[in-house]
């Protein structure tokens, strides 16, 4: 319309939302070429950085043998560290899904649920839990893994496996805590009986104090002036939740690609 005079090129300028000399530099080529030069010169070319076929076999070989079980960010990472091939996850994640590779896990539609927000400074608050799981393999019995985290900044403070949750379990979590980085001013826990008195019976002088005494867990608590945080539903410990689901992620994939676990 510009090129037969009936629309002004700045008019046209404005309607394509480019500015008024690209505008004019695009009427040039036009009157040169014709609408075929308008087509940019690297279309149907391939991109001098693209990956080549003989990378990309390869990265679909280790991701169905060797790193199998491994999702894409892990795979990504262990490509860098132990192949020394260095691209990036979406690469990663394109080349496996266009390989027929389906993801690890499929991704729940998010739920409205209002999400605490975090505390604004290191060490305001420590979450703790244990996750009772088969981290060896099928073929061990199930042990628990008691970790903690920094509400802050998610930053796992300790962690070690117990045969099972327990108070020796929690405090050698916070003896660890404690050395590291300091006392923090609260820990947010959920009411597990190493962690919270459950039970009915209340001794004469609990009924005369007006509280039950504490489990061994809340007397070193109290000692240290923290403040204990009780979690009424799973979903209040999400953070700590999903540092376990990630860690059960990727041990159990290290540890099968190890051969330790079966």
């Known amino acids: 319309m510009v090129l037969e005079g009936r ?45 080549g ?3 990309r076999q390869k990265i679909v070989e280790l991701s169905r043998t060797e790193y199998a079980l491994f999702n894409d960010t892990h795979f990504t990472e262990k490509l860098a560290t132990v192949e020394g091939i260095r691209i990036g996850r979406e690469t990663a994640r394109r ?27 290191q060490g305001m608050m420590v979450l703790w839990d244990g996750s009772v799981h088969p981290w060896f393999g099928q073929g061990h019995p199930p042990c628990c893994l008691v970790a903690a985290i920094d509400d802050a900044t998610s930053r796992c403070l300790a962690a070690r496996f117990f045969p099972f949750e327990s108070s020796q379990a929690y405090l050698w979590v916070l003896r660890q805590m404690l050395r590291a980085y300091g006392i923090p001013l609260s820990i947010y826990q959920d009411r597990h009986s190493a962690l919270k008195r459950n039970d009915p019976h209340w001794s004469l002088e609990e009924q005369l104090r007006g509280r ?14 923290i403040e204990p945080l009780y979690a009424l539903s799973p979903q209040a410990k999400g953070r700590i939740e999903r540092l376990f689901g990630t860690l059960q992620d990727r041990l159990i994939a290290e540890l099968q690609k190890a051969g330790i676990t079966r």
Do not use: F
Request: net charge positive.
């Open 53 to 55: 076929m003989e990378l």
């Open 95 to 121: 080349i496996r899904r266009e390989a027929g590779i389906l993801p690890k896990r499929r991704r729940r539609p998010p739920r409205h649920r209002s999400r605490r927000a975090r505390k604004p400074q």
């Open 212 to 225: 039950q005494d504490p489990t061994q867990v809340g007397w070193a608590l109290e000692e240290l002036s």
């Open 7 to 51: 629309l002004s090129l700045r008019e046209a300028s404005r309607r394509m939302q480019v500015s008024y000399r690209h505008a004019k530099r695009l009427k040039g080529v036009a009157a040169r070429d014709g609408p075929a030069g308008l087509v940019h010169g690297n279309t149907g070319r391939r991109p001098a950085n693209a990956i």
